[in-house]
C-alpha cells in the first residue's frame, strides 16, 4: 500500500507543473519602460522590445534593438545599414521623456558602448548630450 501511495503522488507531480517549483526560477519577461507610441516635434516614434521605429515625414527607420536596460536607461540597436549605436533616455515624467544618441555608426553593440560620447541627462532642455552636443529628443504621448 506504501508503495501505491507514493507512485500516486509521484505520478500527480508529473501531472502538476507546479509540483515541486519554489517560483524562484520563473521570471516575468522584462519589457523596455518607454514602449510605445510616442511623438515628437519631427514625427512619430514606436518603440517595443526589438525595435526602435522613427517616421519623418513618408520616411521610416526601423532599427532593431539588440539589448536594452530599464536600469541604465540605454539601448543598443542595429540599424539598417548593419551599423551599431546607443541611445539614452530619461524617466517618463507625465507621459513624456527625453532620448539621445549617444553613439552611431559603430562596427560591434561593443564599440557602441565602449565608444558612447558622455552626457548629461540633468537638464536636457538646456545640456546637449557627446562630444557634438546633440541636442535630446522629447518624445510624448
Do not use: Q
Not at 48 to 76: K, L
Not at 109 to 115: K, L
Amino acid at each position: 500500500m506504501v508503495k501505491s501511495g507514493v507512485s500516486l503522488i509521484l505520478a500527480a507531480c508529473l501531472l502538476l507543473p507546479a509540483c515541486g517549483d519554489d517560483g524562484e526560477d520563473t521570471e516575468e519577461p522584462v519589457h523596455l519602460e518607454i514602449g510605445g507610441d510616442w511623438e515628437s516635434d519631427f514625427g512619430t516614434e514606436v518603440i517595443a522590445d526589438e525595435s526602435w521605429s522613427t517616421s519623418f515625414g513618408s520616411d521610416v527607420y526601423i532599427d532593431e534593438i539588440v539589448e536594452f536596460s530599464n536600469e541604465n536607461n540605454d539601448a543598443i540597436l542595429l540599424a539598417e545599414d548593419g551599423t551599431y549605436g546607443r541611445k539614452v533616455w530619461t524617466e517618463i515624467d507625465d507621459d513624456s521623456f527625453y532620448y539621445c544618441t549617444v553613439s552611431f555608426d559603430k562596427t560591434s553593440a561593443e564599440e557602441a558602448v565602449s565608444e558612447s560620447e558622455p552626457y548629461e541627462d540633468d537638464d536636457p532642455l538646456n545640456v546637449g548630450c557627446g562630444a557634438a552636443d546633440f541636442a535630446w529628443t522629447m518624445l510624448t504621448r
